[in-house]
């Protein structure tokens, strides 16, 4: 079945600095990819939407400037967590399909990076 | 997007069959009810969709209302590894970009 892997799955890291996390379709080509903010206790919170070969669509509220994202290829997306701040740790989560069949493809999940800014 | 209501908590015994509810009452005649769930600290897991059938998978049964209105996810025999956040979300056909709820925290007892 598809897969979404997701790299690192765990990175600590010091206030200031940047933070690259990958997401890549493992057996499948993937247009679109979204990025997803989970808080402890929380649900996940939709961050943007990487489209291949254009610019992200970022939701309301989340700063571009902060969270980088290119989607160079039709499998590899990158959120880049710029200047990280203590309030930025979380468990961040990447989610592709491969194209739709006629049942209508489901969303596949990375497994997902817990990023602790010290 | 329709949104869906579920109860914030359930428990279940183990061994017995776990009935998940989920009302999503304004959805539209395009939009597919998918199940996913997430085990702690891990990446949301696809379960099984439907659009007006019951569906059945080696997983779980779904279980939607004539009317559309809700619908039932169904484990058959719970274990403690089903113990997870479970999460009932519509989408149009095609439609990539989901949003989740709060979804229903299920306890599976021993």
């Known amino acids: 079945g598809a897969v979404v892997s997701q790299h690192p799955s765990r990175v600590i890291c010091k206030s200031g600095t940047s933070v690259k996390i990958e997401c890549r379709s493992l057996?499948?080509?993937?247009?679109?990819m979204f990025w997803y903010r989970q808080f402890p206790k929380q649900s996940l919170m939709l961050m943007a939407t990487?489209?291949?070969?254009?610019?992200?669509?970022?939701e309301q509220g989340v700063e571009k400037d902060k969270f980088l994202i290119n989607h160079a290829s039709l499998t590899l997306s990158t959120l880049t967590v710029t200047s990280a701040h203590p309030e930025d740790s979380s468990f961040y989560i990447c989610?592709?399909?491969?194209?739709?069949?006629?049942?209508?493809?489901?969303?596949?999940f990375g497994n997902g990076t817990r990023l602790t800014v010290t | 997007d329709a949104k869906t209501t579920q109860p914030p908590s359930m428990d279940c015994a183990e061994g017995r069959a776990a009935n998940l509810p989920c009302n999503h009452s304004?959805?539209?005649?395009?939009?597919?009810v998918y199940w996913y769930r997430q085990i702690h600290s891990q990446g949301p897991q696809y379960i099984i969709h439907?659009?007006?059938n019951n569906e059945t998978n080696e997983m779980a049964s779904l279980i939607i209302t004539e009317d559309r209105k809700s619908s039932t996810l169904i484990l058959p025999h719970a274990t403690l590894r089903d113990t997870a956040v479970y999460y009932c979300?519509?989408?149009?056909?095609?439609?990539?970009?989901?949003?989740f709820g709060t979804g229903t925290k299920l306890q599976v007892i021993p």
């Open positions: 304004t959805i539209s005649g395009n939009e597919y």
């Open positions: 439907g659009l007006k």
């Open positions: 989610s592709a399909t491969p194209p739709s069949g006629p049942n209508n493809s489901p969303l596949h």
């Open positions: 979300i519509v989408v149009p056909g095609g439609y990539q970009k989901v949003t």
């Open positions: 990487s489209n291949e070969g254009s610019k992200a669509t970022y």
């Open positions: 057996d499948f080509q993937a247009t679109t």
